[in-house]
């Protein structure tokens, strides 16, 4: 099939610039979102919705991380990781409910998921980046 705008070569340079996301994140939080928001607006794929409401989540910025992962949720409905990165929004926030349902989501989705196998395989620069999002995990139900 002809690709005549080119997405698929603007997508793998999209995927290829955001590879170092973590680093992106230490280095300019906010550049890196304002970079995300305008792959957004151009790139219809749930990932970069999914990518964008972690940069709002790890800038603490809840509302729009909310946003964002729905936005990824409704372009995949069975997107795990946006559901998971919900839950834990949702977490933070108090928003008890809906943090189970998402959490409900998460296990419907992978009945195998593990918090701990989860912390092992997820890179972050930060520590406590990382112990925070596993207790937001905790707090919405998943162990």
């Keep these: 099939m002809a690709d005549p705008e080119g997405t698929r070569k603007l997508e793998a340079i999209l995927v290829a610039d955001v590879a170092g996301y973590s680093r992106l994140m230490q280095e300019d939080d906010e550049a890196t979102v304002a970079t995300l928001e305008a792959y957004r607006a151009v790139f219809r794929r749930p990932w970069v919705a999914l990518w964008l409401g972690d940069s709002y989540y790890w800038l603490r910025r809840y509302d729009e991380a909310i946003a964002a992962y729905q936005e990824a949720i409704r372009r995949n409905p069975n997107y795990l990781t946006a559901r998971r990165d919900l839950a834990a929004t949702y977490a933070e926030m108090g928003r008890e409910k809906e943090a189970q349902a998402e959490a409900a989501e ?29 207790v937001a995990l905790r707090k919405a139900g998943l162990k």
């Design 106 to 134: 998460v296990l419907r989705l992978n009945p195998a998921f593990s918090v701990e196998l989860f912390r092992a395989r997820h890179p972050v620069q930060k520590q406590a980046d990382l112990d925070r999002l596993i």
